[in-house]
């Protein structure tokens, strides 16, 4: 369960729309399901009462922020959990949004619940969900009810959070927290491990569940280009492509590789793949190999920083050596 | 005479100011390197976006080499730092999806170089030889 309720946020949001500090909350809304939960504009206090805070808001912000505060009048209010912030820090780098036209409040967050791994126990009918001390789901295959703990059915993600400090917020709802020493790589070693024949199994069989619907791409808080490379129909380097191995490769490679050194491990791309590929296993390893050879780097961490990619020292690791201590 | 030997082909990235003049002195000295490579030339090894060396073995390139200035020489001061940071997270991520590593490398080659040029080619096209022909990464709509 998390730590604030939703009425918390809904009074905060209903004040500040009133004494017109604000003219735009960016918050959750319930989709299609219970557990689909949308990114959705409120404009009045009476518009909030469709607002929602649980387990599922995994939805980070910090990329509606660009076309929100060309929109708004005054400012944009937009609720920020730990890992959203650094979002929010990136793309202030980038110089994608106004810092004025923001008002962020910073949210404690407790980890948010993976669809997926509640889906695995009961089966895809889930009729409704209810989120308290522990997560109630109903199904359409009985009148029983199925409770899972938060921590049984947390997102990988969130298991293997990085941080649960804001780094980015002019109000903060609860404690300020901890930048947390996780195990987010664990996975990564665990694959480079692996032959090479074994890693290229293990992609080949993520990658060619890929059904290229750029949710990926879309959903990313780096991914802000106006114009993407992917758009353009005469490039064909990363379109579907015959071939013998699998065919989606190429636009895993360049989308990782676009978003190196500004990604900020959000975990954004593989919540919404709708094919639960590891994407975040791309972009750790990208990460992971900057932190060893071009010193820790956290993207995000502050405003300014310059990322590895577009920096350089006389000394850095030759192309070739960066497989040294690999098979 | 074997008529359908498949040959490797081998796409060299070289930068307009070192190792393009060196790959000229390696051929005005009649230092003799494979015919399976395929030099491009580039102005600094740093234009090499890394969607050109995908672009390559997507085309059926079985190796990629990048040819550039010593580190410290680059007549744009720091172009090759930045190549040399990209390509090894590139290289890194290749090897990482299973793409054997020995089809990718990075060499400084200066304009008076012209034999370590040879002999890079013609090591490089040994190695690639060896590994056969480039299935992981091709597209077989550019299969001709």
């Given at each position: 369960?998390?730590?604030?309720t939703?009425?918390?946020?809904?009074e905060?949001?209903?004040?500040?729309l009133?004494?017109?500090?604000?003219d735009?909350?960016?918050?959750?809304?319930k989709g299609?399901?219970?557990?689909?939960?949308?990114?959705?504009?409120?404009?009045?206090a009476?518009d909030?009462k469709?607002?929602?805070?649980?387990?599922?808001?995994?939805?980070?912000?910090?990329?509606?922020?660009?076309?929100n505060?060309?929109?708004?009048?005054?400012?944009?209010?937009?609720?920020?959990?730990?890992?959203?912030?650094?979002?929010?820090?990136?793309?202030?780098?980038?110089?994608r949004f106004d810092?004025?036209?923001?008002?962020?409040?910073?949210?404690p967050c407790?980890?948010?619940?993976?669809?997926?791994?509640?889906?695995?126990?009961?089966?895809?009918?889930?009729?409704?969900?209810?989120?308290?001390?522990?997560?109630n789901?109903?199904?359409?295959?009985?009148?029983d009810?199925?409770?899972?703990d938060?921590?049984d059915?947390m997102?990988?993600?969130?298991?293997?959070?990085?941080?649960?400090?804001?780094?980015?917020?002019?109000?903060?709802?609860?404690?300020?927290?901890?930048?947390?020493?996780?195990?987010r790589?664990?996975?990564?070693?665990?694959?480079?491990n692996?032959?090479?024949?074994?890693r290229?199994?293990f992609?080949?069989?993520?990658?060619?569940?890929?059904?290229?619907?750029?949710?990926?791409?879309?959903?990313c808080?780096?991914?802000?280009?106006?114009?993407?490379?992917?758009?353009?129909?005469?490039?064909?380097?990363e379109n579907?492509?015959?071939?013998?191995?699998?065919?989606?490769k190429?636009?895993?490679i360049?989308r990782?590789?676009h978003?190196a050194?500004?990604?900020?491990?959000c975990?954004?791309c593989?919540?919404?793949?709708?094919?639960?590929?590891?994407?975040h296993?791309l972009?750790r390893?990208?990460?992971?190999?900057?932190?060893?050879?071009?010193?820790?780097?956290?993207?995000?961490?502050?405003?300014?920083?310059?990322?590895?990619?577009?920096?350089y020292?006389t000394e850095?690791?030759?192309?070739?050596?960066?497989?040294?201590?690999r098979? | 005479?074997?008529v359908?030997?498949?040959k490797p082909?081998i796409v060299?990235?070289?930068?307009?100011?070192?190792?393009?003049a060196g790959?000229?002195?390696?051929?005005?000295n009649?230092?003799?390197?494979?015919a399976?490579?395929?030099i491009?030339?580039?102005?600094?090894?740093?234009r090499v976006n890394p969607?050109?060396v995908?672009?390559?073995?997507?085309?059926?390139?079985?190796?990629?080499i990048?040819?550039?200035?010593?580190?410290?020489?680059?007549?744009?001061?720091?172009?090759?730092?930045?190549?040399?940071?990209?390509?090894?997270m590139l290289?890194?991520?290749?090897?990482y999806l299973?793409?054997?590593?020995?089809?990718?490398?990075?060499?400084?080659?200066?304009?008076?170089?012209?034999?370590?040029?040879?002999?890079?080619?013609?090591?490089?096209?040994?190695?690639?030889?060896a590994?056969?022909?480039?299935?992981?990464?091709?597209d077989?709509r550019?299969?001709?």
């Open positions: 369960m998390q730590k604030i939703r009425d918390v946020l809904v905060k949001a209903a004040s500040l009133e004494n017109g500090t604000v735009r909350v960016l918050g959750w809304k299609e399901f219970d557990y689909d939960l949308t990114p959705a504009v409120f404009t009045s009476d909030l469709d607002l929602v805070w649980n387990d599922f808001c995994g939805a980070n912000f910090s990329k509606y922020l660009i076309a505060t060309k929109k708004s009048a005054s400012k944009v209010l937009v609720f920020l959990k730990p890992c959203d912030t650094y979002s929010f820090n990136q793309l202030l780098t980038e110089h810092r004025e036209k923001v008002y962020a409040i910073g949210i407790e980890g948010m619940a993976d669809i997926s791994k509640i889906k695995a126990v009961t089966g895809d009918g889930i009729s409704s969900i209810e989120c308290g001390e522990k997560i789901v109903t199904t359409i295959y009985s009148d009810t199925v409770s899972f938060l921590s059915v997102a990988e993600r969130c298991v293997n959070c990085k941080s649960k400090k804001h780094v980015a917020y002019d109000e903060l709802i609860g404690e300020e927290g901890d930048v947390i020493e996780s195990g790589f664990d996975e990564v070693e665990r694959i480079e692996m032959t090479a024949d074994e290229y199994a992609w080949q069989n993520e990658l060619s569940r890929c059904i290229r619907c750029n949710a990926c791409r879309d959903v808080p780096a991914c802000t280009c106006e114009k993407c490379v992917f758009d353009n129909p005469n490039h064909s380097l579907k492509a015959p071939a013998t191995s699998f065919e989606e190429m636009f895993h360049i990782a590789f978003v050194g500004r990604c900020t491990d975990g954004e593989s919540r919404v793949c709708p094919q639960n590929i590891p994407l296993l972009n390893k990208f990460i992971k190999d900057m932190n060893t050879h071009y010193g820790e780097y956290q993207a995000g961490a502050e405003v300014g920083s310059r990322a590895p990619l577009v920096n020292t850095d690791v030759e192309p070739g050596d960066v497989f040294e201590g098979e | 005479m074997q359908n030997e498949k082909l060299a990235f070289c930068c307009n100011w070192c190792s393009y790959a000229d002195l390696a051929g005005n009649r230092l003799s390197y494979p399976d490579v395929k491009i030339r580039v102005p600094c090894s740093c969607m050109f995908l672009r390559a073995f997507q085309r059926g390139a079985d190796g990629v990048l040819c550039g200035c010593h580190p410290g020489d680059c007549h744009y001061t720091s172009g090759n730092y930045y190549t040399r940071r990209r390509m090894a290289f890194s991520m290749l090897d299973g793409i054997e590593k020995e089809r990718t490398r990075v060499e400084w080659v200066s304009a008076a170089e012209g034999a370590k040029f040879a002999a890079t080619m013609n090591d490089f096209a040994q190695t690639v030889a590994l056969g022909e480039n299935k992981r990464l091709e077989l550019c299969k001709r």
